[in-house]
């Protein structure tokens, strides 16, 4: 896991070098692929929150700085700029804290499948599985939601 983050990191510190010339670019590239990156290895292992911590700081003290054209952005910025774009903001999460929230997300998401995976005698039924999926997503954005304000 520690060398994926050190590649996610030197890739930050890549896109920090680009947002001082392309911040659209830059900040796209960010939150489209390389975040969607980690959260998806967020969804499948357990545990693994603290291990972000060096890509934490990359954003916070390299990206951050490079998108917002300021060598030392305000603390409440670099808060206010984990919250998501439905608030109107950058929504660039910070990968140590979203770490459990998605795997708790996956989890609840899956449970449903696994469980019949497990239990060869129940059937698997398409529309509960969608059910459970529906709900275990609903649940994780409520959260994240309430977490924000």
């Not at 939150?31 to 990359?58: C, I, N, R």
């Not at 954003?59 to 998501?84: C, E, F, Y």
Request: charged share 20%; proline share 7%.
């Amino acid at each position: 896991m520690t060398p994926q983050v050190a590649k996610w990191t030197t890739a930050v510190h890549d896109l920090a070098v680009a947002a001082s010339r392309f911040p659209q670019s830059a900040y796209a590239g960010f939150t489209k692929s390389l975040q969607s990156e980690w959260q998806y290895l967020q969804h499948m292992v357990p545990g693994v929150g603290d291990l972000f911590t060096p890509l934490e700081t990359a954003i916070r003290n390299k990206l951050l700085p490079s998108l917002l054209g300021s060598k030392d952005p305000p603390a409440d910025v670099k808060v206010l700029s984990t919250l998501g774009t439905h608030q109107a903001r950058l929504g660039v999460h910070n990968p140590v804290q979203t770490a459990e929230g998605c795997y708790a997300a996956s989890t609840e998401c899956m449970s449903e499948l696994v469980r019949k995976l497990l239990n060869h005698n129940l059937p698997f039924m398409p529309a509960s599985h969608r059910k459970q999926v529906e709900g275990g997503c609903y649940e994780a954005l409520g959260k994240r939601i309430k977490y924000e304000q």
